[in-house]
């Protein structure tokens, strides 16, 4: 977007042609699509194993709003976002990795056991199934591994590229 204090010559208008490419659009819209996934996967997995996430519900929760503001600015063409989205598609997808792999002690399949006590969700009631957990987990990590590609794609786009060309140029080159 351009700055309302940005002065623009008289009978010129700002283009950013690389926005009117179909495949910026659709790298826009497919990474948008994948950060509200992976919120609402992440916000899944933090409600419906709330007993057991060890005092990491607030830090789910606050991923997960921070993937949802990205996604509103993301289909705003804000590109600055687009290193923070791999930076934390790439934490997030390490934190999957080793809850999937039990390599802090213990993973979501463990927990099948009959010895360990039952998953309780955010309103009390019976949580998620450890299998099912361990599923979400899984594809949280898959949707991570695909936001850090599509983020790092869009960034090379250049959606921020812009031109100030004459007013009846941008008409005809919009149209054309």
Not at 91 to 117: C, H, K, N, Q
Not at 123 to 128: C, D, K, M, T
Not at 142 to 168: H, M, S
Request: glycine share 6%.
């Amino acid at each position: 977007m351009v700055s309302q204090s940005r002065p623009v010559k008289p009978g010129h208008v700002v283009t950013y042609p690389n926005r009117e490419r179909r495949s910026s659009r659709a790298t826009r819209t497919a990474l948008a699509a994948v950060l509200v996934c992976s919120a609402m996967l992440m916000l899944l997995v933090t409600v419906g194993g709330w007993s057991k996430l060890d005092g990491l519900e607030a830090v789910n929760l606050i991923w997960c709003v921070v993937y949802l503001v990205m996604a509103f600015f993301v289909m705003r063409w804000a590109r600055e976002l687009l290193p923070i989205a791999v930076a934390l598609g790439a934490l997030m997808f390490v934190f999957t990795l080793i809850a999937e792999t039990a390599a802090a002690g213990v993973s979501w399949s463990d927990r099948s056991a009959p010895y360990y006590a039952p998953v309780h969700s955010l309103f009390g009631g019976a949580g998620l199934s450890p299998s099912t957990l361990d599923a979400l987990t899984l594809v949280i990590a898959i949707t991570q591994a695909l936001l850090v590609a599509a983020a790092a794609f869009a960034y090379r786009q250049a959606w921020n590229i812009e031109y100030e060309v004459p007013d009846g140029s941008a008409r005809s080159a919009v149209t054309a």
